[in-house]
């Protein structure tokens, strides 16, 4: 991933907008648990004996998980494999004991450093105990509500087996409780070696008021475990204060954990520090909470997620304290984490800039940079905080790190943006959740959970799947009705379809897709140039329920926005540049919107002069193909002025039919009166392959200019393609010479020379007729270079071309031409 960090502000807007916020600023005191401590280690509730059902699992074939060097600080730290088995196996052995039932199961996976074991819960109906035993004979306890989940997985036990008693108050049946998968760690979560350069919680930084506010802010720290899809993870998180105290509100990144089945697994670490500066031995008073954790709140846009822990935290934990108000240019800033799942390090530096603009993600971000300490992989997650009345304030959560230009980030190297998520905007989304001041008055839910379990129709009329709607959906006035809100709508496809949404309202609105388990999927910022800088996303969604969030990208900001919704239905797109390799000298330039292809053929006609024709309404047919009428034109000369679009004449000539086999290989049939010719074609690739999706926007943004191009309503009968490929632009111009005939010219190596300019010599091209059989491939001979060709694009939409053709000078403004609700938007690939 890239980071683009803006350091240009505008004094008296940013002045403005740090006023607007202080007056909702807040902030948090830490407080300490009031948890009792148990006055006993855990114990099996009978003496361990042979376990009822056992499952063995020889090594994992390369299964090796993603190391530390490898996976980096940007993304959590993989550490296990999830394998799970064949078919589930049953717990089916309820023996009683005090107070209820047990049965007892032995699982293993042979090499493992630890394991943990999913028991799914198909019959239980009221909450059960857990217990877990590995190598060490350490007893770890889970408590599980049915109620909150229908599977489990036990706490990590160190070593390859795993001993687990399920107890029960009442005795269940058979297959109630079941084994479908164990989780193999090959890499331990605790034994981890972080860089030499961190420092140890241990340590002193030298100041009393930083050493005092540590060991406060160390017991709010835990490190994390956690199962996400196939793998097994580790990242940091922080106890954070609220309204709601001892509600354990827990606070991580998005990247780490961002739904509730990963929430669910989470098991923390409290209290995993060194016993000692300069002593690496783990302090043996380390706590491992389990039972898991509520999502309650999660944002890709600011890489920050918000957790209830399902169990009170530790005795001797400390709830942290936060403040909401945006950091300061050069202020002191403090990190505690476990990188590489180590003991807890810190870190510390000064805050640099909080307009860090991550790739992918739409929010704005917080810089840092550290002087001392380090993080790495594991550290994911872990709080930045700032120092106030002698305690640390959390202000955000860890994304990740940058590499600076000249070198990576490492203990040799610690010039790098430190990249944190930023609490002054994401506290006001989780405000509600936090506090008694419960829900200001809304229009639409602030999260895709609220809206997966209802069955009530919705109230926005989106009950309906969207592809089976024929026209654009469109819901006015939707409000961002309070600071932080976020609105979330339920959408639905039947069929796999193209789907689009914006706003097209004066707010600056930020877009999220979210799959059926509110994950985002696809986000959006700025859909074209220019103001109003509304959101807008089109993407390919299979069939089922998806979520579409709408925020302002302001952390202040509130307002009316316009939201429109449609879906399209459409094939891969097949705008290009296509031709038959044997037959140099003809091509066929597609472009293709919605269901319907523009076509622009370039030949020669009987004498070998430059003929083109057009199919400007090639519709899909029942077969796949696309049908349309085949039209020669004829015209003003090219360099006519004023252009006079009411002289172009159009004659049908026959009809064209391009239907395709695969993305790159088709047949083109035609005629031209009694004339029939049929051509294998494929894609031309002269500077990269490329592929071209769909997008319902003017496509402003784009930085690939392949498409059709005119200059407007106003001279309409003349056009340019454009085959933009790595730093390479193949454009054909299609106009008229001095007496009106249909003439193309061909830049074939219009070569990037600037920023959005591309240049490159003109020819016009003589070859055999267009239906020549065979056709004689044409050679540098039939090419005569007749002048110059330019091209300046001010956005991805519109440009200025300039060219020349024996000494005559043409200068015309150009845009996209667009005849469909979504069109092409082309990319280049490797």
């Not at 993603?66 to 959590?76: D, E």
């Not at 339920?490 to 979210?514: N, P």
């Not at 388990?517 to 089109?538: C, H, K, L, S």
Request: some cysteine.
């Amino acid at each position: 991933m890239k980071i683009m960090i803006s350091r240009a502000f505008a004094a008296v807007a940013g002045a403005l907008t740090m006023m607007a916020f202080a007056a909702s600023a807040a902030e948090m005191p830490s407080r300490a648990a009031i948890t009792a401590k148990s006055a006993s280690p855990v114990q099996f509730k009978a003496s361990f004996a042979a376990a009822s059902t056992t499952v063995a699992l020889a090594a994992p074939v390369a299964e090796k998980s993603v190391s530390a060097a490898t996976s980096g600080a940007n993304q959590p730290l993989r550490i296990g494999s999830v394998r799970a088995l064949p078919k589930a196996a049953a717990l089916e052995k309820w023996m009683p004991v005090e107070d209820g039932f047990v049965t007892r199961a032995m699982a293993s996976s042979e090499g493992a450093m630890g394991i943990r074991v999913r028991l799914d819960l198909s019959g239980v109906t009221a909450p059960i105990e857990v217990r877990a035993q590995g190598s060490d004979g350490r007893v770890e306890l889970m408590r599980v509500d049915p109620a909150q989940r229908t599977e489990a997985w036990t706490p990590w036990t160190d070593g390859s087996e795993q001993a687990i008693e399920v107890f029960s108050t009442s005795p269940l049946d058979a297959g109630a409780v079941r084994i479908g998968a164990v989780v193999h760690f090959d890499e331990s979560p605790f034994a981890k070696a972080a860089a030499s350069c961190t420092i140890s919680t241990s340590c002193s930084t030298n100041d009393l008021s930083l050493d005092a506010a540590m060991a406060e802010r160390k017991k709010s720290t835990a490190k994390m475990t956690f199962v996400d899809g196939s793998g097994a993870f580790l990242c940091t998180g922080t106890l954070i204060n609220t309204e709601r105290f001892p509600s354990p509100f827990f606070m991580t990144a998005h990247h780490c954990i961002d739904n509730q089945q990963a929430a669910a697994s989470l098991t923390t670490l409290w209290f995993y520090e060194d016993l000692s500066c300069g002593n690496s031995l783990p302090n043996p008073a380390a706590e491992q909470l389990t039972g898991g954790a509520e999502l309650v709140m999660t944002n890709y846009n600011l890489d920050a997620t918000l957790l209830k822990l399902n169990d009170l935290p530790p005795a001797g934990a400390v709830y942290s304290g936060w403040n909401n108000a945006r950091l300061t240019a050069s202020m002191p800033v403090f990190s505690i984490s476990h990188p590489t799942g180590a003991t807890s390090r810190w870190a510390s530096g000064t805050f640099q800039d909080d307009d860090g603009r991550w790739e992918g993600a739409v929010q704005q971000f917080n810089v840092v940079r550290f002087n001392r300490g380090f993080i790495e992989g594991g550290s994911s997650g872990s709080g930045l905080y700032t120092l106030s009345g002698g305690s640390f304030q959390f202000r955000g959560t860890l994304l990740g790190h940058v590499d600076s230009a000249s070198s990576p980030y490492s203990c040799t190297n610690l010039n790098a943006d430190l990249v944190y998520g930023r609490f002054d905007i994401f506290e006001p989304q989780i405000r509600q959740y936090i506090t008694f001041a419960g829900q200001a008055a809304d229009d639409a839910p602030n999260r895709a959970r609220d809206l997966f379990l209802s069955v009530v129709p919705d109230p926005n009329g989106l009950d309906r799947p969207l592809n089976e709607r024929s026209d654009t959906v469109r819901l006015d006035n939707r409000r961002i009705d309070y600071v932080g809100d976020i609105d979330v709508y339920r959408i639905r496809v039947s069929a796999t379809a193209w789907v689009s949404a914006w706003d097209e309202s004066g707010q600056d609105t930020i877009g999220m897709i979210l799959d059926s388990r509110g994950v985002p999927i696809a986000a959006n910022d700025d859909w074209q140039v220019g103001e109003p800088y509304n959101f807008g996303i089109t993407y390919l969604l299979t069939p089922g329920t998806y979520y579409l969030q709408v925020a302002h990208f302001e952390a202040t900001g509130t307002g009316t926005y316009n939201l429109r919704l449609r879906a399209d239905t459409v094939d891969t797109n097949y705008t290009a540049l296509w031709w038959n390799a044997n037959e140099s000298g003809w091509g066929l330039n597609i472009s293709h919107q919605g269901n319907t292809l523009f076509g622009t053929l370039y030949t020669y006609d009987a004498n070998g002069n430059p003929a083109w024709y057009s199919m400007s309404s090639g519709a899909k047919q029942a077969d796949g193909s696309y049908l349309g009428e085949l039209v020669t034109s004829s015209g003003p000369g090219f360099s006519s002025t004023p252009w006079n679009p009411n002289a172009v004449t159009r004659t049908v000539v026959g009809n064209m039919r391009v239907s395709f086999t695969d993305p790159g290989h088709g047949t083109l049939t035609y005629n031209v009166g009694p004339a029939q010719v049929t051509k294998t074609i494929t894609k031309i690739d002269f500077g990269g392959a490329q592929e071209c999706s769909w997008d319902a926007s003017n496509r402003s943004r784009s930085n690939n200019f392949t498409d059709l191009w005119w200059g407007g309503i106003a001279e309409s009968g003349w056009g340019v393609n454009l085959a933009h490929q790595g730093g390479i632009i193949f454009a054909t111009l299609f106009t008229y010479d001095a007496s009106g005939q249909p003439r193309w010219f061909v830049m074939s190596a219009g070569r990037e020379t600037g920023d959005a300019t591309f240049s490159g010599a003109l020819y016009r091209t003589r070859g055999p007729a267009f239906n020549a059989v065979p056709f004689t491939p044409i050679t540098a001979a039939d090419n005569t270079e007749v002048g110059t060709m330019t091209f300046n694009f001010t956005d991805g939409d519109t440009g200025t071309m300039t060219y020349t053709v024996n000494g005559v000078q043409v200068v015309k403004n150009i845009k996209r031409f667009e005849f469909g609700t979504v069109k092409p938007l082309c990319t280049q690939f490797q």
